[in-house]
Structures are given as structure tokens and as C-alpha cells.
């Protein structure tokens, strides 16, 4: 067996970070369900402002959202090199939503996540900080995934 390359791993990569953001693209998936909306965005696509603003535990899905889109774009930044210190309390400033702002919010959470796909190809195999940012980035997308979609089943049950 030859050993992967590092354009294999970042093509992997990629490929486990879409099925977190999109849901996977086949009849198999590495770690959701199945279903193609199972992914953060089908996932947030399905809710209402109403829905998203209910408050599970201590946070809201908005505030999920919106903290793993600042995350994402955090996470662009620093794969492309750049250490600006970001303002981490700030990611968790936004808990209500309408549904106009409820849609903004998904629209600049999908052109985050293409950015952060753009700098993941271009700068992720430039050196071990950009490929370990990249997999942070991953893991921490995957992570708020799995909060939302417990909240998603908590308030769906309480309902």
C-alpha cells in the first residue's frame, strides 16, 4: 500500500468538512446521517427564526450559527496566515433572530464556509499551522453540527 499525499489528505479533508457544512454527497457518509440536508446547512435550512431563537440549555441554534460562522472565518484567516486576534466573546453576541436576519445569517454562514473551502486548497499545505487550522476548522464545525442538532431534537421534543 503507498503512502497518501498531502494533496489526498487535504482532498479528504475537504470532503469530511462538506459533509459537515452540506451533508454528504453519496449514499455513505463519514460520520452524519445519510440524508443530503443532514449536514449545517440543510440542518439550519429547515428551521424558522422562531425555531432557531428558542433558547435549549443556555444558548440559542442562532447563537450556534452565528459563533460557527464567526469560527469559520476565523479559521480562513488563519490558514491564509493571517493572526489577527478576533473578539471570541463578540461570536456569541447574537441569540434572537427574525426571519430576515435569520437568512442573512445563513447566507454569510455558506459564503464563510466557501472561503474557508477556497483557503483550505490554496494555503492548507503551506506549512503544519495551516493544515492544523484546517482541521481545527473541521472539528469545530463538527462540534457545533452535533450542538445544533441536539438542540434541534430538544426543542422539537418539548414542543
Partial sequence: MSDITTQDAVSE???VLGEA???PKRDWSYFT???PESGLLGTLDRLSADEASRVTGDTSIAAH??????????????IRGDRSTY????S???SAVDE???????EELRGRYGSLR??????SRENLEAFGGAVGALAHAAYHLGAIRQKVAWSRASS
Fill in 13 to 15: 479533508l475537504q470532503a
Fill in 118 to 123: 477556497d483557503a483550505i486548497e490554496s494555503h
Fill in 65 to 78: 450559527a452565528y459563533h460557527a460562522s464567526f469560527a469559520l472565518d476565523a479559521s480562513a484567516a488563519w
Fill in 21 to 23: 457544512l452540506e451533508g
Fill in 100 to 106: 430576515p436576519a435569520w437568512r442573512r445569517l445563513r
Fill in 87 to 90: 473578539d471570541w466573546p463578540e
Fill in 33 to 35: 446521517d445519510s440524508a
Fill in 92 to 94: 456569541w453576541s447574537v
